[in-house]
């Protein structure tokens, strides 16, 4: 007696669920408070100076001396270059924020509501 297996093919639904979109409120929230974020981020950078005095090429040449001028400056020069580094990294951070803040601020006054989900009716019609 010989045995056959036979092959099935099993047909399987992928199930592929929509992401539902954020409310046009809660987006235009979110486009103006990085707006603000950056807003803030750039007038503190702005007023930096006032608050230390603060030369950049001074900054940076001071930087380079204690580099250069022995091992018991060394924390010092690498400290300032830190400085220097969240100075500039802070400013960048400021306008990414800003321009983020503002095509989200774009996107959601300009872009159409999104459809409301349809309800899906709980019969099991159409299954084989």
Do not use: C, F, Y
């Amino acid at each position: 007696m010989t045995r056959q297996r036979r092959l099935q093919v099993v047909r399987s639904r992928s199930v592929v669920s929509k992401r539902k979109g954020k409310p046009r409120a809660r987006q235009i929230l979110e486009a103006l408070l990085l707006m603000a974020w950056g807003v803030g981020l750039l007038v503190l950078l702005l007023h930096l100076p006032d608050l230390i005095d603060l030369d950049s090429l001074l900054l940076v040449s001071t930087a380079l001396a204690n580099l250069i001028g022995g091992l018991s400056r060394l924390l010092m020069g690498i400290l300032q270059l830190l400085g220097v580094a969240v100075l500039v990294s802070s400013a960048l951070l400021a306008l990414v924020l800003l321009l983020g803040g503002l095509v989200r601020l774009v996107r959601a006054t300009v872009m159409p509501p999104a459809p409301s989900p349809k309800s899906k009716p709980s019969g099991k019609k159409g299954r084989r």
